[in-house]
């Protein structure tokens, strides 16, 4: 990973509208390097509105203002490079989507598709990715099964696997537990856990139990005005 220097994340005054209503903002947070940091809030706050406004996601008619520079790119320059910008800052989605393909191909899906790498490396490289993500100890032994046979918190800890094979210093986690049961739930957080100091992450979570957990750093949608809090 390219250090990047300065705060991995840095939010100022976004406002994020739909058709010329706010619907979330003003927002103003800093995510430093190796830092876990939470968005929180009741639902429909604007929690993964935020989170998709980083790498430049907002769907239609939603519109941003303000400044954001993620990795150090001004996100909402004109002509700043986004699909290489979300190779590195990868969002990982509520909900776990796995191809029909076998468990060691889903983590190397996205690897493959945007590196050049000897199948050799892809596969170092998704085998590590899986051990990052907990799910080593499960997969070891079938890695060649159908990714659909997984339960739905092996699912999602193989979509962190997928995201962590791309070696991002910066994940965007989209509520990753909220479909899960309190043992798959366990093992999500673990994984979350144990990628502080190493990556950046950026969790969004209506859970405000796993976020005091999880994070050194908290923004509540909430609150007004919308900034930084330090536990």
């Known amino acids: 990973?390219?250090?990047v220097p300065g705060p991995a994340v840095a939010v100022s005054n976004l406002v994020v509208q739909c058709?010329?209503?706010?619907?979330?903002?003003p927002?103003?947070?800093?995510?430093?390097?190796g830092s876990v940091l939470g968005l929180c809030g009741r639902s429909g706050s604007g929690k993964s509105t935020v989170l998709r406004a980083l790498v430049g996601l907002l769907p239609a008619p939603l519109?941003?203002?303000?400044?954001?520079?993620?990795?150090?790119?001004?996100?909402?320059?004109?002509?700043v490079d986004l699909p290489a910008l979300r190779a590195r800052a990868v969002l990982v989605g509520q909900t776990p989507v796995v191809f029909p393909a076998s468990i060691l191909a889903n983590a190397a899906f996205g690897l493959r598709h945007v590196t050049r790498l000897p199948?050799?490396?892809?596969?170092?490289?998704?085998?590590?990715?899986?051990v990052e993500a907990g799910l080593w100890a499960e997969v070891a032994d079938r890695l060649d099964a159908p990714a659909e046979e997984l339960s739905v918190g092996q699912r999602q800890r193989l979509c962190l696997?997928?995201?962590l094979a791309l070696d991002p210093p910066l994940l965007l986690l989209d509520e990753p537990t909220s479909a899960l049961d309190a043992a798959s739930t366990e093992l999500v957080e673990a994984a979350v856990a144990g990628l502080t100091g190493r990556r950046t992450v950026v969790l969004v979570s209506h859970d405000r139990a796993q976020v005091a957990r999880l994070c050194a750093e908290i923004v509540s949608l909430d609150a007004a005005p919308i900034s930084l809090s330090r536990k």
């Open 1 to 3: 990973m390219t250090p």
């Open 19 to 25: 058709c010329g209503q706010v619907i979330v903002g």
């Open 27 to 33: 927002v103003d947070f800093e995510a430093a390097a």
């Open 63 to 79: 519109s941003a203002t303000g400044e954001v520079s993620v990795l150090g790119a001004d996100v909402r320059r004109p002509g």
């Open 119 to 130: 199948r050799a490396e892809l596969r170092r490289r998704s085998e590590r990715a899986l």
């Open 161 to 163: 696997a997928r995201a």
